[in-house]
């Protein structure tokens, strides 16, 4: 054993185990809330959000990618199959013909359009309501903290994050 490892007391140990229990019950939860309500996955609405927000619905698929911090790859293979599904399509770039635009199609601003006031509700009762403000402006600052420890680590990005 390393003797400079500096091990967790009892009550950190209890902070880790509650934070690393919400980090993967979240998502789950999160992902079962939007299947059940709009037949949509967490990360198949991650991407209509996205779209959603950029003019005309139409991204490029590499921005998407950076914007959500996923793997190109991985999202090529989730846009595959939200196109056969009629979520989205891919279009030419006309700045670009190498590559190409996500254009959200009827049946995907649909989609996002049912899903997100339930999804904001979600959000809404469960990260938002069991707080007070001192505590959301506590979470914010917390979150940001450890998100930028792991960035100046080198450790941050898409280097496990899968669509």
Same mark, same amino acid.
């Given at each position: 054993?390393?003797?400079?490892?500096? +091990?967790?007391?009892?009550?950190? @140990?209890?902070? +880790?185990?509650?934070?690393?229990?919400?980090?993967?019950?979240?998502?789950?939860?999160m992902d079962r809330q939007l299947l059940r309500d709009s037949d949509l996955s967490?990360?198949?609405?991650? %991407?209509?959000?996205?779209?959603?927000?950029?003019?005309?619905? %139409?991204?490029?698929?590499?921005?998407?990618? @950076? @914007?959500?911090? +996923?793997?190109?790859?991985?999202?090529?293979?989730?846009?595959?199959?939200?196109?056969?599904?009629?979520l989205v399509e891919r279009v030419t770039c006309a700045t670009d013909a190498r590559?190409?635009?996500?254009?959200?199609?009827?049946?995907? +601003?649909?989609?996002?359009?049912?899903?997100?006031?339930?999804?904001?509700?979600?959000?809404?009762?469960?990260?938002?309501?069991?707080?007070?403000?001192?505590?959301?402006?506590?979470?914010?600052?917390?979150?940001?903290?450890? @998100?930028?420890?792991i960035r100046n680590a080198g450790l941050w990005g898409n280097t496990g994050r899968?669509?």
């Open positions: 054993m390393n003797s400079d490892t500096r +091990w967790l007391n009892d009550h950190e @140990q209890e902070v +880790w185990r509650a934070f690393r229990e919400l980090l993967w019950g979240f998502e789950s939860a967490g990360v198949e609405y991650s %991407v209509l959000a996205s779209l959603s927000e950029a003019d005309d619905g %139409v991204m490029r698929a590499r921005d998407i990618a @950076q @914007q959500l911090d +996923w793997e190109r790859s991985r999202l090529s293979h989730l846009l595959k199959r939200m196109e056969a599904r009629g590559g190409f635009n996500i254009s959200m199609t009827s049946a995907g +601003w649909d989609a996002i359009r049912q899903a997100a006031p339930g999804h904001v509700t979600f959000v809404r009762e469960n990260v938002f309501d069991p707080l007070s403000e001192a505590e959301r402006e506590a979470l914010l600052s917390a979150t940001t903290k450890m @998100q930028q420890s899968s669509a």
